[in-house]
């Protein structure tokens, strides 16, 4: 006898991983550093593989994190630069931002990923991202600067 409440759950976990997986990355960098051709599409269909929808939830969310990728592909740092408003979509946005491979361009760079949960990640959420991520980046020069010039008191 087929258990209909559990095919019916199955059936709402996949499509939910589906909605989940409708991420998109938005990359901010210097014109100087453009990202390759296929960087983008390389590092969607990776989060498309990689990404899971936390638990058994019917919230939506959107999350944007600075990934920072060294010139070999690795990421150094992924920061939640807006919250979903759910910590568990945030975890998870940096855990997928981790996980993903990016491929080798030969230059650092810092990109925002901008994900949506049970969603579509809006355009405006992505434009935002990048803006977000351009802040960021300038914010943490200038932090880096700071302590670097920074002298000892007494």
Do not use: W
């Not at 010139?71 to 630069?81: K, P, Q, W, Y």
């Not at 931002?97 to 992505?126: C, D, E, K, W």
């Amino acid at each position: 006898m087929i258990n209909t409440a559990s095919v019916s759950n199955a059936a709402t976990a996949l499509v939910g991983a589906a909605f989940c997986s409708i991420a998109v990355l938005g990359v901010a960098m210097p014109q100087a550093h453009a990202a390759p051709a296929g960087f983008q599409k390389s590092v969607e269909a990776s989060i498309q593989n990689t990404m899971r929808l936390p638990g058994n939830t019917d919230s939506k969310g959107v999350a944007t994190v600075a990934v920072s990728i060294d010139a070999n592909g690795s990421v150094s740092n992924a920061d939640v630069v807006k919250s979903s408003g759910n910590a568990s979509f945030d975890r998870e946005a940096v855990r997928t931002a981790r996980a993903v491979s990016y491929p080798a361009t030969g230059n650092a760079r810092t990109i925002a990923m901008v994900l949506g949960f049970n969603q579509p990640a809006p355009r405006a959420a992505i434009s935002q991202g990048k803006q977000l991520v351009d802040a960021f980046r300038t914010d943490r020069r200038q932090l880096l600067a700071d302590k670097s010039t920074a002298q000892p008191v007494g």
